[in-house]
Every structure is written in structure tokens, then in C-alpha cells.
């Protein structure tokens, strides 16, 4: 959320932000990317993709319980933000939380039929599958 008086980024500037993280990550330069992810979430927190692809460094990192707590903050500041459920699920799995995975799952199945997206139902579908 922008403080008053604070212009809002340009569609163009968080688009430049998340073609650079993602460059990076792609490079395998995952605290690099970090930060400009970080600094994406700052600038534009609606934007789910800022807050999966931070999560995404750190879990690169092995560092789950900073993903983990990422993905849940994006669920408090973007309401409809599957793909963080998603990924929140994936980590919930692997720590043997299986009931926990599948609610996480759940509330993403909820969204995606909130948004009626398609594209989203598959992606649950598919991550049903590995449940």
C-alpha cells in the first residue's frame, strides 16, 4: 500500500521489476533477486506475482519458513492469490501436513471459482492431483 502523496508505479515500472527478478532468478542469482522481488511487493503488494516469485528465491534458498510466511502474508494483502495457496500447499506437503496442504488447496479451488478462471481450476486440478 502506497503512502499518500506517493504516485503510483507504472504499469511499465513493475513489469521492468518483475522481467529483472525473474532474469535473475532464471540465472540462479536468487538473493539478487530478492531484492528486486521485495522491492515489487513494495511498490505493487496486489500484485501476486511479486510475492510468489520472493517466495520462490527463498524457497531456492531452502529457506521454507521465510516462503511459507510469504505466501501467507500475500493471502492477507491479496485476497485472490491461488497461486500463493498453491505454493503454500506444495511446502505444507513436503513437511508432512497433509491436512493443512489440502485446505490450503481448497481455498485456492474457492478462488479460482470466485474469479470463474479456468486457467487457475486447472492449475488446482493438477495440484489435486499431486495431493
Given at each position: 500500500?502506497?503512502?499518500?502523496?506517493t504516485?503510483?508505479?507504472?504499469?511499465?515500472?513493475?513489469?521492468?521489476?518483475?522481467?529483472t527478478?525473474?532474469?535473475?532468478?532464471?540465472?540462479?542469482?536468487?538473493?539478487?533477486?530478492?531484492?528486486?522481488?521485495r522491492?515489487?511487493?513494495?511498490?505493487?503488494?496486489?500484485?501476486?506475482?511479486?510475492?510468489?516469485?520472493?517466495?520462490?528465491?527463498?524457497?531456492?534458498?531452502?529457506?521454507?519458513?521465510?516462503?511459507?510466511?510469504?505466501?501467507?502474508?500475500?493471502?492477507?494483502?491479496?485476497?485472490?492469490?491461488?497461486?500463493?495457496?498453491?505454493?503454500?500447499a506444495?511446502?505444507?506437503?513436503?513437511?508432512?501436513?497433509?491436512r493443512?496442504a489440502r485446505?490450503?488447496?481448497?481455498?485456492?479451488?474457492?478462488?479460482?471459482?470466485?474469479?470463474r478462471?479456468?486457467?487457475?481450476?486447472?492449475?488446482?486440478?493438477?495440484?489435486?492431483?499431486?495431493?
Amino acid at each position: 500500500m502506497m503512502q499518500a502523496g506517493t504516485p503510483e508505479p507504472s504499469p511499465t515500472a513493475i513489469e521492468a521489476l518483475y522481467a529483472t527478478g525473474h532474469w535473475l532468478y532464471s540465472k540462479e542469482r536468487f538473493n539478487h533477486a530478492q531484492s528486486v522481488f521485495r522491492a515489487l511487493i513494495h511498490i505493487a503488494p496486489e500484485d501476486e506475482r511479486g510475492w510468489l516469485a520472493l517466495g520462490a528465491c527463498h524457497e531456492a534458498l531452502d529457506q521454507f519458513d521465510i516462503a511459507l510466511e510469504l505466501y501467507v502474508a500475500a493471502g492477507s494483502v491479496v485476497p485472490t492469490a491461488p497461486r500463493c495457496e498453491l505454493a503454500r500447499a506444495r511446502i505444507l506437503r513436503r513437511r508432512g501436513l497433509t491436512r493443512e496442504a489440502r485446505d490450503a488447496v481448497e481455498e485456492a479451488a474457492r478462488i479460482a471459482d470466485e474469479l470463474r478462471d479456468d486457467e487457475l481450476r486447472a492449475l488446482v486440478a493438477a495440484e489435486r492431483r499431486g495431493t
